[in-house]
C-alpha cells in the first residue's frame, strides 16, 4: 500500500460569508491546487465532503459542480457525507483513492453554506440526523451535548467551570488564526454568565453556526517532491474510522465515544505510535464537554480527568500537549463539511512548520473529526516530512 | 423471557401507538434476552427479534437530564429532556434498557396535551438518580414544522414525569 503525503493545503476565511456553497469550495480548491503547483485537470479524483448543501441551499451535484468551475474534467468526483464528520469522512476516501493506486493525485474540499439559515432551521438540519424516537422529542446535538455534560459532571465531580476553561483557551488560540469567525479572547465570567442553551451548557459552550471552505491535495509519498520542492510536506501516518450506535442513549457509557476509541485505535497502530507519541492535537469542540471526552477517549488522558488537563494548562498552546490550537470549532467555526478538512489543515501547517505565531513544536498531530454525537469518527494522524 | 410481554417474532415497525387502542411503549426482545428501546432488526450482539415489551407499565431512574432553550421548529421551548433508565427485574441480566423522552408537564391529564397546547407549560423538576414514569402525550413535536417528512414517522409517544 502506498503511502501518503499531502503536498497542497487552504482554508478559507471562516464566518459569515455572502458567498454560496459553490463559490465557497472553489475559493479553498482553487487555493490548494495553487498551493500544489498542479491545475485542475491534473486531479485524478476530486472529492467533496458536505453534509446538507440540498437542505441549506437547494444545491445538490456539487461535485460536479467544482469540477467544472476547476476544469477539472474528466476527474472522478464523488460527495462524502458523514454528518460532522464529512471532513474526516472525505481525508479517508481521498487517502484510500491514492494509497489503493486507482489514483495518483487527488483534491479533496469541504465546504457548507449555513449562516443564511435561522439557528434554529440550521439546529434542526443537523439534528435530522437523529433516530425517528429522539427527533420527536425535540432533540437537538446541543441538548444531547447538556445531557453529557451534566451526567460528567457528576460522575467526575468535575467543576463547571473547567468547561468554560475550555472555551476561554480556544478562544484565546483563534486569535492568532486569520481564518477564524472569532478572533477574539473571552474571559470566563463571560462564558459561565452567558445564557443557557441546554443547562448545563451555555452560549459560550457551544461552536458558531458557520461559512466556509477548506481543501487539501494528496498524492503518494513516493512522488511529493515533485509537488513539494523543499521536501517539505505531511504523510497520512495513520488514519481509522468507526461508527458507533445510531440511537445516542443505547450506549453503555454515555460518556464514552466509541467511535473515538475505536477509530484511534486504528490509527494508532496504522503509525506504530501511541497517544504518548502525539505532539498536538485538534479534536472536535463542537461543544466544550467534547474535548473532555475526545482526549480520554484517544489514550491522552484518564478516563474522568480530561478536565484536570484544562484545569493544569496541559492543553495550552505552550502546554504539554496543545489541543486546537487554530482556536477548534468553538473559535474558528464549523461548517459541517469543511471542519474535518479544515482540522487535517491545522495539523498539516504544525507538522510541517508553517503555522506561524500559532507554532507549536510537532513532529506529529492527530485530528479527530466527530459526526453527530459521537456517531461517525475519522481519527488522522500527520507526521511531518523533515 | 423473564416477565416480559411478548408477540410476534417479525415485530412491529411502530415505535409508540402499536396497533391497538392503548398506544404501547414498544422496545424489542432478541433471542438472546436483551431488550432496545427503539427496535432494531438485531439486538446488539446481532440476536434476531423473537417479540416485543411494553415499557409503558415500567418506572425508570434519570440517568441524565437538560433543559433546551433554542428548540427547533415545532418543539416547545423550554424542553427538558431526560435520558431514563428502566427497572427491567431481576430475571433481566442484559445491557440497560434506556429512553430519551422529554418530562412531562404540571397539570398534564396522564396523556393528554400535544406540542401546541403544551407550549409554555411549567414542567416537573427532576434530578439524576429520581425515580420516573412514562405518561402518553398525542404529540410531542408538530408535525411538518421541522424538516422531516411528517409522514415519515410517528409523532405521539411518551413523557416522563416523577413518581409520587
Known amino acids: 500500500m502506498e503511502r501518503v503525503a499531502i503536498v497542497g493545503a487552504s482554508m478559507t476565511r471562516f464566518g459569515q460569508r455572502d458567498a454560496w456553497v459553490r463559490e465557497l469550495l472553489a475559493e479553498a480548491g482553487a487555493a490548494a491546487l495553487d498551493d500544489a503547483g498542479v491545475d485542475g485537470d ?319 513544536e510537532a513532529d506529529t498531530g492527530l485530528a479527530c473529526n466527530v459526526g453527530g454525537f459521537g456517531n461517525c469518527v475519522t481519527t488522522t494522524i500527520l507526521e511531518g516530512s523533515q | 423471557m423473564s416477565d416480559h410481554e411478548s408477540d410476534d417474532a417479525t415485530g412491529s415497525d411502530e415505535q409508540e401507538g402499536g396497533n391497538g387502542d392503548e398506544p404501547t411503549f414498544e422496545a424489542a426482545e432478541y433471542a438472546d434476552g436483551t431488550v432496545t428501546h427503539p427496535p432494531h432488526t438485531v439486538s446488539p450482539n446481532g440476536a434476531e427479534r423473537v417479540g416485543t415489551v411494553d415499557l409503558r407499565e415500567r418506572e425508570g431512574r434519570v440517568v441524565t437530564w437538560t433543559t433546551s432553550t433554542a428548540t427547533p421548529p415545532g418543539v416547545r421551548e423550554p424542553n427538558t429532556l431526560a435520558i431514563v433508565e428502566f427497572e427491567m427485574g431481576d430475571d433481566y441480566d442484559g445491557p440497560p434498557v434506556r429512553a430519551l423522552g422529554q418530562i412531562a408537564e404540571r397539570g398534564e391529564p396522564g396523556g393528554s396535551g400535544g406540542a401546541a397546547d403544551a407550549d409554555g407549560g411549567e414542567q416537573f423538576d427532576v434530578d439524576i438518580g429520581d425515580r420516573v414514569e412514562p405518561v402518553y402525550a398525542d404529540e410531542l413535536r408538530e408535525p411538518g414544522a421541522g424538516i422531516r417528512e411528517p409522514e415519515s414517522q410517528d409523532w405521539d409517544g411518551f413523557r416522563f414525569r416523577p413518581v409520587k
Open chain 1, 42 to 360: 491534473d486531479l485524478d479524483h476530486l472529492y467533496v465532503s458536505n453534509m446538507a448543501s440540498g437542505e441549506f441551499e437547494g444545491q445538490t451535484g456539487v461535485p460536479n459542480a467544482l469540477a467544472h468551475d476547476l476544469a477539472a474534467q474528466p476527474a472522478y468526483t464523488a460527495r462524502i457525507d458523514q454528518t460532522s464528520s464529512s471532513g474526516g469522512a472525505g481525508v479517508y476516501a481521498a487517502w484510500q483513492s491514492v494509497a489503493s493506486g486507482a489514483s495518483d493525485l487527488t483534491m479533496l474540499v469541504g465546504g457548507e453554506k449555513m449562516t443564511h439559515r435561522t439557528t434554529s432551521e440550521a439546529t434542526d438540519v443537523i439534528a435530522s440526523l437523529t433516530h425517528p424516537v429522539e427527533y420527536k422529542q425535540g432533540v437537538t446535538l446541543p441538548s444531547f451535548a447538556g445531557l453529557t455534560a451534566r451526567l460528567y459532571l457528576d460522575e467526575y465531580d468535575a467543576p463547571r467551570e473547567s468547561l468554560g476553561k475550555v472555551a476561554v483557551k480556544n478562544h484565546e488560540n483563534g486569535v492568532d488564526n486569520p481564518h477564524a469567525q472569532f478572533r477574539k479572547e473571552v474571559d470566563l465570567d463571560t462564558v459561565l454568565d452567558s445564557p443557557i442553551v441546554a443547562d448545563p451548557l451555555r452560549l459560550y459552550d457551544f461552536c458558531p453556526i458557520t461559512d466556509g471552505s477548506a481543501a487539501l491535495v494528496f498524492c503518494p509519498e513516493s512522488v511529493a517532491e515533485e509537488y513539494a520542492p523543499d521536501g517539505n510536506y505531511a504523510v497520512i501516518s495513520g488514519i481509522g474510522g468507526a461508527t458507533d450506535t445510531h440511537v445516542v442513549h443505547e450506549r453503555a457509557d454515555p460518556t464514552t465515544m466509541g467511535g473515538v476509541v475505536d477509530s484511534s485505535d486504528i490509527a494508532y497502530e496504522m503509525a506504530g505510535i501511541g497517544p504518548d507519541d502525539v505532539d498536538v492535537a485538534e479534536l472536535h469542540d463542537m461543544f466544550t464537554i467534547l474535548e473532555f471526552l475526545q482526549s480520554e477517549d484517544l489514550g491522552f488522558f484518564e478516563k474522568g480527568e480530561g478536565w484536570k488537563a484544562v484545569e493544569e494548562g496541559v492543553t495550552d498552546r505552550d502546554g504539554d500537549l496543545p489541543i486546537n490550537t487554530s482556536g477548534g470549532l468553538k473559535s474558528k467555526g464549523h461548517p459541517l463539511g469543511a471542519s474535518g478538512v479544515a482540522q487535517v489543515y491545522e495539523i498539516f501547517k504544525q507538522v510541517t512548520g508553517d503555522a506561524g505565531p500559532r507554532q507549536v
